[in-house]
C-alpha cells in the first residue's frame, strides 16, 4: 500500500512542481527580457499635420485646456521693406500700413492678411493667413516686449506669386535644442522641409509650436459679394502701438455685415498671380438699358 | 493491514523518506490520530497536500507574471496626449481646465463637483498654480549651478563633468583637500522663435475633351495630365538633443556668524553697476533688509511674491514649516565650524528678460566664509549655447589669470585663476558681458 501511494503520488507531484517551476523560470525571463521593450519609445502618431484646413489645430488647441481662450497673444508682423499689411475687418481689408504690424491676435482663429507694395512686385497682392495656436507666458509687466515674430519673407512672397503654397510653422526654440548662432536683429532661423513632411512635426521636435502661417492658397472673388470663408469671419484683434501697447480699450470687433458689391470694390480687385501691368477696363454694374439714350 | 503498514515502514532505514515519516512518528500514532480525531491525514496524503499547495502557488506566481508582463506591455496613449504640438512645453491640462470666458467668470458658483477654476486673465502673465517659477522652462535660459553630472577635479586639476549652464569654482585647502563650490543659478527670459518652413507645389490638372464628331463613331479624347515635381530644398535638420535641466532654488549658506570683512573692490574698471548695489555684492557681508533684492537678483526672472518669505536654512536644507494646533516647536542647530573651508558663490545678472541681439552683464561675488586660507581658486563658468561671451569684457577685482576654451555647446568656458590665496573673510568679485543670441 505504502509503495503505491509512494509510486502514484510522489512522482506525479515532482513532475508537476518541476514543470510549474520551469514555466516560472521562463516566464520571468521573458518578463525582465521584455522590459527593456516597454521602456523604448513607441511609435507616434502624430495627430495635426502641415495640411491640415486653416483653424483646425488651433481649434483642438483650445480643447487642450489652460489659460487659451479670450487672450490676445501680442504678434509682430514683418514683411519686406516697403510692403504694406492689412488686416481683415468686417469683411473687408481695413488701410494698410507699414511693416511692422504689431496686434494682438486671438488663439485659434484665422486672420488673413493682405500684403501689397511688394519690393519689385509692386501692383501685386498676396492674401496669407495667420493662425496663432499657442501663446508664450513672458513675466508680468513684460507681456508686451516679446511678441511672436511672424515674418512674411520675400522669398515665400514671391514663390506664393509664382503659384506656390507655403506653409511655416513658427516655433519657440528649446533652450537645450537651440542653434549656436546669433539671430539678433535678423530673419529668424528657419530651414525646409521635403515634400510629403509634416513641418507641424518637425516644429514640435525643435520646440514649441506657436503659430502657422500660409500663403499662396486663394485669393478673395469680392465682384461676387463677401466671402465669408475667405476672412474666416474677420475675428477680433487688439492693434498695438510700436512697443506692442495696445492702441485702444478693446479690440476691434465689428459684427459682419453682409456685404454687397458695389462699383468701389473695383480698388480691391483681386491682382494676386497677375504680373504688373494694365489692368483691364472696370466693368460697370450699371443696367445697360438705363444707358441706352432716350 | 496497520501492522504490515508499521512494519515495512520500520523496516526502512534512516533516513526515513519525508513523506512517510514525521518527526518520529509512527503510522499507527497517525492512524490514532486518524480514528480519534478524524481530520489527522497521512504523511504521505499530507505531502501530496503538500505538492498540491506548491503547484498552486506555482501557477499563482506563473499567472502574476504573465499579468505583470502585460501590464508592463501596456503604454499610455502618448501619441494623443503628449505629442501634439506643444506637448515638449505647452501649458498642462489639469481636468477643469476646459472651460469658457464665461465659465471662468462664474468663479465659486460653479458647480460642485467642478474643480475650482484656475485664475484667468484675458491679458497679462500667468503661471499655472503649484509649479515652481519660471514656468515655462523653454521660454527661459539658465546659467549657474552644477547640474548634470556633478563636477569633480582631478589631482591635476583637470576638471571633469562641467556642462553648459555649469558655473562652479574649485579651490584647495591648507590641509590638502580640493573642494569644489557651485553657484546658484541665474534666470533669464530669452525665448527666441524659429520656423520650419514646407513648399507645395500645385500640380497641374490639364484634360482637353474636343468636340465630338456627329459623323464620327467613336469620339476622340485626349487627356493630358501634367504633374510637375515639386522641388525640395533640404537644409540641415537638427539633430542633436540636448537636456533640459530644471532650475534649482537658490541655497544660502551661513558662515560661522562672523561678519566678513568689508573688502571694497579697487580693481574694477568701472564703479559698481546699478544692479549691483546689494552689500553682500559690495562688501560681502549679508543684509537681511536686502535679502529680497539679491533673490530678486539671483532668480532675476521670478517674481518676487509674498509666499517668498523668509527662509530658513538648516545644514544646507531648506526647513519646513509645519502649520497646525499642535505647539510649535524649534530645534537649533551649532555647526563646529572649525577646519571646515568654505568659499562662497553668488551669480547675479543685470536683467531678468532679454531680447536676442541685447547684452545681459553678470557678476560673479566670491567670498571665503569658512576658517582658513584657501588657495588655487579656480572659478568656471560654462556659458549656454544661446550666451555669446563678448571678447576682453572679463574683470576681476583681484589679480587672476583669465582664458577661455570652447565647450560643447559652441559657447566658451570661462576660467579664473585667482593669483594669490584668500584669506577668511576676504573675498572678490568677477564680470563679464555676454550677447544673447
Given at each position: ?41 513607441p ?71 493682405r ?47 509664382e ?41 514640435d ?20 459679394g ?69 | ?7 515495512h ?42 505538492a ?15 499579468l505583470?508582463?502585460?501590464c ?48 484667468y486673465?484675458?491679458?497679462g ?128 549658506r ?31 557681508e ?23 518669505a ?128
Open positions: 500500500m505504502a509503495d503505491q501511494l509512494r509510486l502514484l503520488a510522489i512522482p506525479s507531484r515532482v513532475r508537476q512542481e518541476r514543470v510549474a517551476r520551469t514555466v516560472a523560470i521562463v516566464s520571468l525571463v521573458v518578463l525582465f527580457a521584455s522590459m527593456p521593450l516597454a521602456a523604448q519609445t511609435k507616434v502618431h502624430y495627430r495635426y499635420q502641415g495640411n491640415e484646413p486653416p483653424g483646425a489645430i488651433g481649434s483642438m488647441q483650445l480643447l487642450r485646456g489652460g489659460p487659451l481662450p479670450g487672450y490676445f497673444q501680442p504678434v509682430e508682423i514683418k514683411a519686406p521693406s516697403g510692403a504694406l499689411i492689412s488686416l481683415a475687418v468686417d469683411g473687408a481689408f481695413v488701410e494698410s500700413a507699414k511693416a511692422p504690424v504689431r496686434v494682438g491676435m486671438l488663439i485659434a482663429p484665422v486672420y488673413r492678411l500684403v501689397t507694395n511688394i519690393p519689385l512686385h509692386e501692383g501685386e497682392e498676396v492674401f496669407p493667413t495667420i493662425e496663432i495656436i499657442d501663446r508664450i507666458y513672458p513675466p508680468v509687466g513684460e507681456v508686451t516686449r516679446f511678441p511672436i515674430p511672424i515674418e512674411l519673407m520675400r522669398d515665400d512672397l514671391e514663390l506664393a506669386l503659384g506656390h503654397y507655403i506653409t511655416r510653422v513658427v516655433y519657440l526654440e528649446d533652450p537645450g535644442q537651440a542653434l549656436p548662432v546669433a539671430s539678433g536683429g535678423k530673419e529668424q532661423e528657419w530651414f525646409d522641409t521635403g515634400p510629403g513632411t509634416n513641418p507641424v512635426e518637425i516644429a521636435r525643435l520646440g514649441r509650436p506657436v503659430a502657422i502661417i500660409r500663403m499662396g492658397g486663394r485669393v478673395p472673388d469680392l465682384r461676387s463677401a466671402d465669408a470663408q475667405f476672412f474666416a469671419g474677420s475675428p477680433p484683434f487688439v492693434p498695438l502701438s510700436a512697443d506692442c501697447r495696445p492702441l485702444v480699450s478693446g479690440p476691434v470687433i465689428v459684427p459682419a455685415p453682409i456685404h454687397t458689391a458695389t462699383a468701389t470694390d473695383e480698388h480691391v480687385t483681386p491682382t494676386a498671380y497677375v504680373k504688373a501691368g494694365p489692368r483691364a477696363p472696370a466693368k460697370s454694374v450699371i443696367p445697360s438699358r438705363e444707358r441706352q439714350p432716350q | 493491514m496497520r501492522d504490515r503498514i508499521e512494519n515502514f520500520a523496516s526502512i532505514s534512516t533516513p526515513p523518506h519525508p513523506a512517510l515519516s514525521h518527526e518520529g512518528r509512527g503510522i499507527s500514532q497517525y492512524a490514532q490520530m486518524l480514528g480519534s480525531r478524524g481530520k489527522a491525514w497521512h504523511p504521505a496524503v499530507m505531502s501530496h497536500r503538500h498540491k499547495y506548491s503547484l498552486k502557488c506555482a501557477w499563482a506566481l506563473v499567472l502574476a507574471a504573465m505583470l508582463a502585460i508592463c506591455s501596456c503604454r499610455s496613449p502618448m501619441g494623443t496626449t503628449a505629442l501634439a504640438p506643444g506637448a515638449s512645453g505647452a501649458p498642462p491640462c489639469p481636468a477643469g481646465e476646459e472651460m469658457t470666458t464665461a465659465v471662468a467668470e462664474m468663479g465659486p458658483a460653479m458647480p460642485p463637483y467642478m474643480p475650482a477654476p484656475l485664475p486673465q484675458v491679458t502673465s500667468w503661471s499655472p498654480p503649484g509649479i515652481a517659477l519660471p514656468w515655462p522652462e523653454d521660454e527661459y535660459l539658465r546659467d549657474g549651478g552644477d547640474d548634470g553630472s556633478p563636477v569633480a577635479v582631478a589631482p591635476d586639476w583637470t576638471v571633469y563633468g562641467l556642462e553648459l549652464e555649469d558655473t562652479i569654482a574649485h579651490f584647495d585647502t591648507t590641509d590638502g583637500r580640493t573642494m569644489i563650490e557651485p553657484s546658484n543659478k541665474v534666470v533669464v527670459y530669452a525665448p527666441r522663435f524659429g520656423s520650419v518652413r514646407m513648399i507645395t507645389r500645385l500640380a497641374g490638372n490639364e484634360q482637353a475633351e474636343p468636340v465630338a464628331g456627329i459623323d464620327g463613331p467613336e469620339r476622340i479624347a485626349r487627356n493630358d495630365e501634367t504633374t510637375i515635381p515639386a522641388t525640395s530644398l533640404q537644409r540641415i535638420q537638427l539633430e542633436r538633443q540636448g537636456g533640459i535641466r530644471l532650475t534649482g532654488e537658490f541655497r544660502s551661513r558662515g560661522d556668524g562672523a561678519l566678513s570683512r568689508a573688502q571694497f573692490v579697487s580693481a574694477f574698471q568701472d564703479a559698481f553697476l546699478p544692479y549691483e548695489n546689494i552689500t553682500v555684492l559690495r562688501t560681502g549679508f543684509a537681511n533688509n536686502e535679502k529680497a533684492r539679491l533673490a530678486a537678483a539671483v532668480q532675476a526672472a521670478i517674481t518676487w511674491t509674498a509666499d517668498a523668509v527662509q530658513v536654512v538648516i545644514d544646507n536644507k531648506a526647513a519646513q514649516i509645519v502649520t497646525g494646533d499642535r505647539r510649535a516647536q524649534a530645534t537649533y542647530t551649532i555647526d563646529d565650524l572649525r577646519n571646515n573651508p568654505k568659499l562662497r558663490v553668488i551669480k547675479v545678472a543685470s536683467t531678468n528678460t532679454a531680447l536676442p541681439g541685447e547684452t545681459v552683464d553678470f557678476t560673479i561675488r566670491f567670498d571665503n566664509v569658512g576658517d582658513q586660507v584657501l588657495g588655487n581658486i579656480v572659478l568656471l563658468d560654462s556659458l549656454t549655447t544661446r550666451l555669446e561671451y563678448v571678447p576682453d569684457s572679463a574683470q576681476a577685482s583681484l589679480e587672476a589669470a583669465f582664458s577661455v576654451k570652447p565647450n560643447e555647446g559652441d559657447s566658451l568656458v570661462l576660467r579664473w585663476e585667482i593669483d594669490k590665496p584668500i584669506e577668511p573673510g576676504d573675498g572678490g568679485v568677477l564680470r563679464f558681458r555676454c550677447v544673447v543670441r
